[in-house]
């Protein structure tokens, strides 16, 4: 399938907005794949007017008729899911399998949020006066800025907008710099979706193309009380001053330093499957990669000779390919970054194994690197994400050491151990284990579902997204009390008579 096939059945071959502000090159080889015209800081405002207009008729709409509208994008995600996969693909350079998982997160997450439409639960709560109700009631937000990341260019914006959607919210999305087409691409399937569905109010879901200026001012804009960021730390360091000093409100979605612990008793065909998977696939740049291994003194010479073994013969190409299961990083700044960070971990005393560019004379524009095991020596720690496949390995002897090893990082999103012992999985997930929004047992730290709450702690930021109670911080929580009694008594007893 080529890049125009995809753009042709998707059918935004005649409708990008052409221009010469941003550039967008397909990480796969390099070349340009399109030239696009971004959002002025004037058209950005008037999408914001046009959410809150949108948000307005959008939240009288009943929730399981909103959910209506998610069940048939989910519908037409199913018929492009090959399409949308491709352009993933494309544009962000993770294998198609990876890219046709991606969309497949999108169905799975319209197909929650359509249950959810019929469960977004208020309580009831007794109230300490005679003839009184209390209730909870939730209500609509309002505008929701959604930011995204470029290595998951349409699962995160699909996770924040299908559940805005049933909550009644309408949405602005910021995608990525490195991935406008692929939000394009959305934009217009969400729009044959509205078209399937009939009545939906203009403007309920826009796209704003640009770079983090044109993020900025969605952060600053009062009128879209949460910003959904999802990206580096930096990025919310910034980010989330800027929204609270408006008084809105953030989920902050942002870098992890994930780590696997592989115990004695680990079964140790699990732990390799789930080591090499979480540390190369997508070439190491998923927010869950697992990036740190501590591996228990008596399993070390089972386990890392035979990843070293592995990684030697990975196939590394075109991540269109079937066989490829690492494909290109994104751009030639990861790859220094990569350089850096092995330069980096040889200097602490690492011995590396890997790493450096692969097949350059094919792709000179496209940044295919070796995947790198780091053996790093005793005692030591890495307390940075390098967006790269590079797996840090250090060796342990005691499970408390390794999980306080594990938490001394500034990141808190995705950990796993690998255990047979029970005790040990047990403390792994007590209040006195792992520190992560993620704890797996015999799982890898990455390939979340989508029926859990997705977050991370510490500096990844501490929102939650997708499954569970995630709705709630879409939505406006309301407590009423309705006195249906012919007195007006007051809480705590209090009495205020005024004589009459
Ligand atoms: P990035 O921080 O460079 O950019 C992310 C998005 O933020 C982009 O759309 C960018 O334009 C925007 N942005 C940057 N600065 C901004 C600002 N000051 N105001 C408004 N918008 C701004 O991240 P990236 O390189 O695209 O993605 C990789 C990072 O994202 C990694 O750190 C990864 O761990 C993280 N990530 C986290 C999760 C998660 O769920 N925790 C998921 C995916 C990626």
């Known amino acids: 399938m080529t890049l125009d096939d995809i753009l042709k059945e998707i059918g935004i071959d005649e409708n990008l907005p052409h221009g010469t502000d941003l550039e967008v090159f397909s990480p796969i080889d390099g070349a340009k794949i399109a030239a696009l015209r971004t959002d002025t800081p004037a058209e950005v405002k008037d999408k914001i007017g ?6 307005k008729t959008w939240r009288e709409v009943p929730a399981p008729k909103r959910g209506e509208l998610v069940r048939i994008f989910g519908e037409i995600l199913r018929e492009n899911k090959e399409a949308l996969g491709a352009l993933v693909t494309y544009e962000c350079g993770k294998i198609y399998q990876e890219g046709l998982g991606e969309v497949q997160e999108m169905i799975d997450i319209c197909d929650f949020a359509v249950g959810l439409s019929r469960q977004l639960y208020g309580l009831t709560i007794a109230s300490e006066r005679p003839q009184h109700k209390m209730r909870e009631i939730w209500q609509p937000l309002g505008p929701v800025g959604v930011i995204s990341a470029f290595n998951f260019p349409v699962a995160v914006w699909a996770w924040n907008t299908t559940i805005a959607l049933v909550c009644g919210d309408s949405v ?8 406008p087409l692929t ?6 399937l969400f729009d044959d979706a509205c078209a399937r569905f009939g009545e939906v109010p203009d403007g309920l879901m826009q796209v704003i193309i640009g770079e983090r200026d044109i993020g ?5 804009d009062k009128r879209v009380p ?13 980010v989330a001053p800027r929204v609270a000093q408006r008084f809105g409100k953030s989920i902050l979605e942002l870098g992890g330093n994930n780590a696997i612990i592989v115990a004695p008793s680990a079964d140790l065909d699990l732990a390799f499957q789930g080591i090499v998977f979480g540390s190369v696939g997508t070439c190491g740049q998923r927010c869950t ?4 291994l501590f591996v228990h003194d008596d399993v070390y010479d089972a386990l890392v000779p035979r990843l070293k073994k592995a990684y030697s013969g990975l196939s590394i190409g075109n991540p269109m390919h079937d066989k490829t299961l690492v494909g290109p990083l994104i751009d030639e700044q990861a790859y220094l970054a990569m350089e850096d960070a092995l330069n980096k971990a040889q200097m602490d005393g690492g011995d590396v194994t890997g790493g450096g560019r692969a097949l350059a004379d094919q792709y000179p524009n496209g940044f295919y690197v070796k995947p790198a095991i780091v053996e790093m020596p005793d005692g030591s720690n890495v307390a940075e994400e390098t967006f790269a496949p590079i797996l840090y390995i250090f060796k342990y002897n005691d499970i ?5 090893r594990q938490n001394d990082v500034p990141q808190g999103l995705s950990s796993s151990i690998f255990t047979r012992d029970i005790q040990e999985a047990e403390l792994f997930t007590s209040e006195a284990g792992s520190d992560c929004g993620i704890a797996n047992v015999n799982i890898g730290t990455s ?3 989508i029926g859990g709450a997705f977050g991370g702690e510490k500096e990844t930021g501490g929102g939650r997204e997708s499954g569970s109670d995630s709705w709630k911080a879409y939505m406006r929580r309301m407590t009423s009390t309705v006195n249906y009694s012919s007195e007006l008594p007051l809480a705590q007893g209090v009495t205020f008579d005024t004589g009459e």
């Open 289 to 292: 990669s697992t990036r740190r």
């Open 400 to 404: 408390e050491d390794a999980i306080a």
């Open 216 to 220: 900025e001012i969605l952060v600053d």
């Open 226 to 238: 949460l910003i959904s960021a999802t990206g580096s730390t930096r990025m919310g360091r910034e």
């Open 50 to 55: 046009a959410s809150v207009s949108a948000f």
């Open 447 to 449: 390939g979340a579902e």
């Open 183 to 188: 939000a394009l691409a959305c934009l217009k």
């Open 172 to 179: 602005i999305w910021k995608p990525s710099e490195k991935t």
